[in-house]
Structures are given as C-alpha cells and as structure tokens.
C-alpha cells in the first residue's frame, strides 16, 4: 500500500506537512509503499512553514518566493523569474541582508543554485539579497624556465611556475618578470 499523497489536505495556519508517521514515531513521505500487516494508523506531523523571500536591489522579487518547512532546505535561484541583472553585471550569489554581499569576497554571500539548510531556528521570513558583479575569468600565466644548453645549442627546460589570476572581462593587466603585476 503507498501512503496518500497530501495535495487536497488543509494544513493549520503557518504549518506545513512534515511526514506520515506511524504508531512507532517513523516517518515516511507521501507515495511511500509499506506493509501493513494489522490495523496501522498514520498520523501526519506538521512542520512551521518558513518563508524564503528574494531581493534585487531592495525590491522583493515575489515569484522567487519559496515556503519550505523548517528544518528543510531552500535551493538559491540562479535566474527566473522577474530577477533581472544590472546592466554588465551577472549573479555571483546571495546575501543575508542588503549591505553585506560584496562581489569580491565569496565569504560574504552564497552561490547561485547552492542548497541552504534550514536548522528549524530560522525566523521567517528569511530574506536573501542578490550579489551582482562584473563578469570575471581566470587568466593562467605559465612561465618555463631555460637555460641554453652551448654544447648542444639547445634549450632545457629546469622548472616552470603557473599562476592564476581572476580579473574582470575586458580589463587590462600587466605581465612584469614572468608574474603577474600588482
């Protein structure tokens, strides 16, 4: 036998469903089969409802919007909806509150598309605020290091040094002594 699915059930206010659970305190999601050997009575728990609301720059983008239960998780949105990006600019990610998402530093915002679990603490709503940046890529500078060899007028190859610079597209930099310039 599956477990109903829930879709026509009315959840208490603020509440969303949690699980089926049975009499032993399991928990099981709708459609999930089971064996019922005796008279069985499922239960469902309900969860608080948590409210994820999105921001880009200071106005609400509502159909972003998502109800999770708590304890659950939210997946940031890469793109859709009404979320439009400043002229130039892509989505680096998404910050906790207004002023904290800097493009330049990853630790003050969270990737597009990366999934945020929830602890069951959080007040709702949550609100999340999109980080824009100019568009970047990585530059390798792959130096060899040679010496001549006389005798046999060739060149030989004693070590090589790489690295890797993040710069903004279109933007100029500066090679110096086989290293990037500061």
């Known amino acids: ?3 109903p699915l829930v879709d026509d059930v009315v959840a208490p206010e603020n509440k969303l469903f949690k699980a089926w ?7 099981y999601a709708p459609g999930t089969e089971v064996t019922i050997n005796q008279n069985t009575e499922y ?22 919007e998502q109800i999770v239960p708590a304890g ?33 530093d990853p630790t003050t ?7 945020v679990v929830l602890d069951g603490t959080e007040v709702s709503p ?14 390798t500078l792959k130096v060899r290091h040679l010496y001549k060899d006389v005798k046999n007028n060739t060149y030989v190859q004693y070590g090589e040094t790489t690295e890797t610079k993040i710069v ?8 110096e002594d086989g290293n990037f310039a500061s």
């Open 1 to 3: 036998t599956k477990l």
């Open 21 to 27: 659970v049975d009499a032993e305190g399991n928990e």
């Open 43 to 64: 239960t469902i728990a309900w969860a608080d409802a948590v409210t994820a609301k999105f921001y880009n720059n200071g106005t609400e983008v509502t159909d972003l």
């Open 72 to 104: 659950s998780t939210v997946v940031l949105p890469v793109s859709g909806g009404s979320l439009i990006a400043p002229d130039g600019m892509v989505l680096y990610g998404w910050a906790n509150d207004a002023t904290s998402g800097n493009p330049e």
């Open 109 to 115: 915002y969270t990737e597009p598309g990366a999934t």
């Open 126 to 139: 949550l609100q999340f605020h999109a980080v824009w940046g100019a568009p970047k890529m990585d530059i």
């Open 168 to 175: 903004e597209i279109n933007s100029n930099y500066m090679v």
